[in-house]
């Protein structure tokens, strides 16, 4: 009777050591803890003048900008998003990114306010420039909310891809950061090779109208996308400033070959081409009469996941007859 109660007992410490082992073993495929912020390396991070730190995974992310949400998505991370701003600068995603970009909620329609976004529960932001400062989101403001910020902000393709490198190891997803970096890698440099023989063409870039054009200057990134594509922006030589009105007289004696005309929100992309040719000064230009326009979503020109699709749609319309 002894020896049959010590077997008894023995049978049930085994079982019950498989139990605890079986539960703290992971199944193939299973997440690590480090997503639940169990056992989450801390991340040092340069971020354009700022040190950020992340100490724990982030679990409800901010995504202000189409650019950034769509990267997220591009990334595999949109599950983390808790909302997105600025879908007033987009034509919508594109089709391989619209059913998980479909899944994002909307923090706000056009920038995204201080009292949404301290509102929001968020843990990390990862926004465009244009959304901090000058009254509007205060970084050191949302860090004493517990909101964590890390900008998008590349003028260069370096900085694009460290952006994305960067993204990986706080998300620990460092393989894929990797292999969709090399992808725009190779895609832009395809597009180079097909171009290289072709002397540049003289881009100018329609955002919007008014007392002049308002266009891109030299340390905007859209300038680069051009010069990728086998243009060159007429103000690339402006560079303090990304963004400027430039006189009507300015554009004509610069005498672009081509346009480039953003498409977003308003006014709709056939009214800024009707805008171009109905103007006294713009009309004059050969490009304009010959119809040079290349439009593009203003999504599109800014760093994340189009840098490549950017770049191919520029040199197809800078060059149609390279790529027939």
Partial sequence: MKRNKNLFLLTCILVMAFLFTGCGSKAPGQRDDTANGGSYEKVELHNYGREVVIESMPQKVLTLGPNCSELFVALGLTDKIIGNSLDNHSRGPL??????????????????????????????????????????????????????????????????????????????????????????????GAVAEKVSGQEPLRVLVYDSGGDGVYTCGGTNFETLLIEKAGGKNI??????????????????????????????????????????????????????????????????????????????????????????
Avoid at 110 to 135: C, H, K, L, P, Q
Avoid at 165 to 182: M, S, T
Avoid at 254 to 280: M, N, Q, T
Avoid at 282 to 309: D, H
């Fill in 95 to 188: 089709p391989e990114y619209a059913a998980e970009y479909a899944k994002i909620p909307e923090l706000n329609y056009a920038n995204a306010t201080r009292e949404a976004v301290i509102s929001s529960g968020a843990d990390f932001i990862y926004g465009i420039d244009w959304e901090f400062g000058d009254g509007r989101l205060e970084i050191e403001e949302l860090k004493e909310y517990g909101i964590n910020v890390y900008m998008n902000k590349a003028s260069t393709l370096e900085e694009a891809y460290q952006e994305i490198a960067d993204l990986g190891k706080i998300f620990r997803i460092e393989d894929k950061a990797a292999a969709f970096i090399q992808e725009q890698q190779e895609r832009i």
């Fill in 235 to 324: 103000f690339a030589d402006v560079t303090t400033k990304q963004w400027f009105m430039a006189s009507y007289e300015e554009v004509l004696k610069r005498e672009p070959d081509v346009i480039v005309v953003h498409d977003y929100d308003v006014p709709a992309l056939e009214d800024k081409i009707r805008a171009i040719k109905s103007d006294p000064a713009l009309a004059q230009l050969e490009c304009v009469k010959n119809e040079r326009f290349v439009p593009i979503t203003l999504e599109s020109v800014l760093p994340g996941a189009r840098m490549a699709y950017a770049v191919e749609l520029l040199a197809k319309g800078f060059y149609p007859e390279l790529f027939n």
